[in-house]
């Protein structure tokens, strides 16, 4: 049985951190890109970041550059993300995601994923 389940989430005051973790059973995980995505409330989902499965390579989304760090751990099946320097407009609903695509870009653009968590709830507010 596949599991992808996030945790880490919560509420922020604005400039502050958090890290997501997001831990994988079911799938042989080294094989696999993940992936970070996101959702505000009325806005569509985006790819915020992608890490690839063996060499590190990663892609971030323009509005998280510099602020976010994607990292994995293949020993303990959790991929992370790392947010510094938060903003309100990073509010979101964040999932993590697994799959096999062509580029680690191409799995964040077209915010492809063959496994899927629940999410994370993130508020960032005074």
């Known amino acids: 049985q596949v599991q992808l389940v996030e945790s880490g989430g919560g509420l922020v005051q604005p400039g502050g951190s958090l890290r997501l973790s997001c831990a994988a059973s079911?799938?042989?995980?080294?094989?696999?890109?993940l992936g970070w995505f996101r959702q505000a409330p009325g806005k569509e989902r985006e790819g915020v970041s992608c890490?690839?499965?063996?060499?590190?390579?990663?892609y971030y989304a323009d509005s998280v550059k510099g602020r976010f760090t994607i990292s994995r751990d293949n020993a303990k099946n959790t991929v992370y993300l790392q947010m510094n320097s938060l903003k309100p407009e990073d509010t979101a609903v964040y999932y993590c995601?697994?799959?096999?695509?062509?580029?680690?870009?191409?799995?964040?653009?077209?915010?492809?994923?063959?496994?899927w968590g629940q999410g994370t709830q993130v508020t960032v507010s005074s």
């Open positions: 995601a697994a799959d096999l695509p062509p580029t680690v870009q191409d799995m964040c653009l077209t915010q492809r994923g063959e496994y």
């Open positions: 079911g799938f042989t995980f080294d094989y696999y890109t």
């Open positions: 890490i690839s499965s063996s060499d590190g390579y990663t």
